[in-house]
């Protein structure tokens, strides 16, 4: 069996000593090479450029002169693993990890002032199937992520700073978020103010930290908006359990890592507001169990579709034991499954140097580094199984 705790320790010196910079798969469009082409106006040439860099085999991105940045979701994700180490184990070294992070996350801040919200935003531009996002553009999904972490951490220290951040960021979500549905039962928020996507799991992002907005604040509003955005999600579930990644007919697919997220965030809201649990557990109960029938092989391997099991990616893996590690005490097949997929994953997609590895396809492997994709989520998942190992 792996021993978790020295891959971690190794895992996170290697993103320490390079000060979490790095590379992500969304990144393309960083390009210095593209950026000087009229390539760069056009949403199709977007598109392909982005797709090419982040699907072939080999890294471009030193031969496209595409520059290492942090990325504000992975330093989220880095802070959610320092904050589970620390809760596991309260050593001066997880503390001091910890207290690292804070302000290099909370310098990554999208501040308007005026309107008193708070966002953060992906360190690259980005063309989607939907929309496009010029770097910085404050997004929901760093912005959610950031907010789990800042809970995860005033759960543990407490303070004014970070009671008044997740206050901010509710009123971000509530206030600068596009409403794609907005009904008297239920709102889908957008994925930035720029754009009307309607996508299952970044909406639920949204609803998860007006959660964490309620919890420290008395702002009530913020509960009422979450559990309006809950139940667009609840509304949105098949017969057999499962989300397609968003209802519109560029979305109809079904793949591993935004299950886990749903499934982990409906967790984290009926722990925060158990009056909605009526209708939130028989979802949970139904879609963990197509999850964890339909997503993964008899020995731990994380299909990436339902009914496709290439690629075996990083994020795959690291989001479905995060997840996993979250339902260990309500489902007796969480943790063990959990230590399956950490185990192959230590197996093939970590190097010898704590590196990580993007994807296993079905011929070779694709050892690109990514620090949000791979590094971040490893980090978090590890820590996350960890903690629920020993809390067994």
Same mark, same amino acid.
């Given at each position: 069996?792996?021993?978790?705790?020295?891959?971690?320790?190794?895992?996170?010196?290697?993103?320490?000593?390079?000060?979490?910079?790095?590379?992500?798969?969304?990144?393309?469009?960083?390009?210095?090479?593209?950026?000087? &082409?009229?390539? $760069?106006?056009? $949403?199709?040439?977007?598109?392909?450029?982005?797709?090419?860099?982040?699907?072939?085999?080999?890294?471009?991105?030193?031969?496209?002169?595409?520059?290492?940045?942090?990325?504000?979701?992975?330093?989220?994700?880095?802070?959610?693993?320092?904050?589970?180490?620390? $809760?596991?184990?309260?050593?001066? &070294?997880?503390?001091?990890?910890?207290?690292?992070?804070?302000?290099?996350?909370?310098?990554?801040?999208?501040?308007?002032?005026?309107?008193?919200?708070?966002?953060?935003? !992906?360190?690259?531009?980005?063309?989607?199937?939907?929309?496009?996002?010029?770097?910085?553009?404050?997004?929901?999904?760093?912005?959610?992520?950031?907010?789990?972490?800042? !809970?995860?951490?005033?759960?543990?220290?407490?303070?004014?700073?970070?009671?008044?951040?997740?206050?901010?960021?509710?009123?971000?979500?509530?206030?600068?978020?596009?409403?794609?549905?907005?009904?008297?039962?239920?709102?889908?928020?957008?994925?930035?103010?720029?754009?009307?996507?309607k996508i299952y799991n970044a909406s639920l992002l949204a609803a998860e930290a007006l959660a964490y907005g309620s919890e420290v604040s008395s702002e009530y509003g913020f509960r009422e908006l979450s559990q309006k955005a809950v139940r667009f999600v609840l509304n949105g579930q098949r017969e057999d359990g499962s989300w397609l990644y968003g209802p519109g007919e560029i979305h109809g697919w079904v793949d591993n890592f935004h299950t886990a997220f749903v499934l982990d965030s409906l967790r984290r809201i009926s722990e925060l507001m158990p009056w909605i649990n009526s209708e939130v557990e028989p979802a949970i109960d139904r879609g963990f169990e197509y999850w964890v029938s339909n997503f993964f092989l008899d020995d731990g391997t994380p299909k990436y579709f339902d009914q496709q099991t290439y690629p075996?990616?990083?994020?795959?893996?690291?989001?479905?034991?995060?997840?996993?590690?979250?339902?260990?005490? $309500?489902?007796?097949?969480?943790?063990?499954?959990?230590?399956?997929?950490?185990?192959?994953?230590?197996?093939?997609?970590?190097?010898?140097?704590?590196?990580?590895?993007?994807?296993?396809?079905?011929?070779?492997?694709?050892?690109?580094?990514?620090?949000?994709?791979?590094?971040?989520? &490893?980090?978090?998942?590890?820590?996350?199984?960890?903690?629920?190992?020993?809390?067994?």
């Open positions: 069996m792996t021993d978790l705790t020295e891959k971690y320790e190794q895992l996170w010196r290697q993103a320490s000593d390079n000060n979490f910079f790095g590379w992500d798969p969304f990144d393309g469009l960083e390009s210095r090479i593209f950026r000087v &082409t009229p390539l $760069r106006y056009f $949403r199709s040439t977007r598109l392909l450029w982005q797709q090419a860099v982040k699907r072939s085999p080999v890294n471009l991105r030193r031969l496209l002169i595409v520059p290492k940045s942090v990325n504000s979701k992975g330093l989220a994700l880095f802070l959610l693993a320092a904050t589970a180490r620390h $809760r596991a184990e309260p050593t001066l &070294t997880h503390h001091v990890e910890m207290e690292t992070l804070v302000p290099i996350l909370l310098g990554k801040e999208v501040r308007n002032s005026s309107a008193n919200t708070l966002a953060f935003g !992906y360190n690259f531009d980005w063309q989607s199937r939907a929309f496009f996002a010029p770097k910085g553009l404050p997004t929901i999904v760093p912005t959610a992520f950031a907010a789990r972490a800042i !809970y995860e951490y005033w759960r543990q220290k407490g303070g004014w700073v970070f009671e008044r951040a997740l206050i901010d960021i509710g009123h971000f979500i509530s206030k600068d978020l596009n409403r794609s549905i907005d009904t008297a039962d239920e709102i889908c928020f957008s994925y930035t103010p720029l754009d009307h996507t075996i990616d990083i994020h795959s893996a690291a989001a479905a034991i995060v997840t996993l590690a979250g339902f260990a005490g $309500r489902d007796i097949r969480a943790l063990p499954l959990a230590r399956k997929v950490a185990d192959l994953m230590v197996a093939n997609l970590i190097g010898p140097d704590g590196s990580t590895y993007y994807q296993k396809r079905r011929l070779f492997t694709v050892k690109t580094p990514f620090v949000r994709w791979g590094q971040a989520w &490893t980090a978090y998942a590890l820590a996350s199984l960890i903690e629920a190992e020993i809390a067994k």
